[in-house]
């Protein structure tokens, strides 16, 4: 099965850069999209395609995708951007999720 | 607006069964595939299911297979996950999405999510 690795917990200043990686086998090869996560509320799609962004979504949040790891970046981080985040990509047929990786905004 | 209701959420005890279904509106459900995701206490989200437009592509994570059927009614625009032999780790928040999918270059995420119906298996 395909695994996708991402660090348990990662702390930013609030307007600082914030980066959240996603680690698997050639995952540059794959698409990927990101999820955000709030306690008590839904998944919001924040990244598809590696890079897009849905309508809605502030220009602040962005993506990459190269060789094994793929990045979420949040740039000028907002206290309402502390959530859980979670990347996603799909291998033969099989939907993949990473661990998460909580975004603590200090 | 788009919108996917869960509902059949409750307690259960092990090895019982339940179905939840996840009522779609605001958009032509039977242009898309959807998925079962869950959510267990204190862990990350889980991949459960997925089924085609027409129902007759469906994948099941390992986890689940076996025990687990998705199904959907497109006049009626529902979907469904019948659950048997429900296990204690089965216990989650269950989300519907709506899905994206393509083939070439493969690709394949979830835009928009339900609130989630929760389901508990304890004795």
């Known amino acids: 099965s395909y695994d996708l690795t991402q660090p348990p917990s990662v702390s930013v200043s609030p307007g600082q850069t914030a980066s959240i990686t996603c680690s698997g086998d050639k995952l540059g090869n794959k698409y990927v999209c990101w999820y955000q996560k709030k306690p008590g509320q839904s998944p919001v799609l924040v990244i598809y395609?590696?890079?897009k962004r849905p309508s809605g979504i502030p220009e602040r949040f962005s993506g990459s995708n190269s060789g094994n790891t793929a990045t979420l970046t949040i740039s000028g981080t907002q206290a309402m951007d502390e959530a859980d985040y979670y990347c996603q990509a799909w291998d033969f047929s099989i939907v993949v999720f990473g661990g998460g990786t909580k975004l603590t905004v200090l | 607006q788009v919108q996917l209701v869960e509902s059949g959420g409750g307690l259960v005890k092990p090895g019982g069964s339940l179905r939840l279904s996840c009522a779609a509106s605001g958009f032509s459900f039977s242009d898309y595939y959807v998925s079962w995701i869950r959510q267990a206490p204190g862990k990350g989200l889980e991949w459960v299911s997925y089924?085609?437009?027409?129902?007759?592509?469906?994948y099941y994570a390992d986890s689940v297979r076996g025990r687990f059927t998705i199904s959907r009614d497109n006049a009626n625009n529902l979907l469904h996950l019948h659950m048997n032999s429900l296990r204690v780790e089965d216990t989650a928040v269950y989300y519907c999405?709506?899905?994206?999918?393509?083939?070439?270059?493969?690709?394949?995420?979830?835009?928009?999510w339900g609130k989630g119906t929760t389901v508990t298996v304890s004795s």
């Open positions: 999405a709506r899905d994206q999918i393509a083939d070439r270059p493969p690709d394949y995420y979830m835009d928009v």
């Open positions: 089924i085609s437009t027409s129902g007759s592509i469906i």
């Open positions: 395609q590696d890079i």
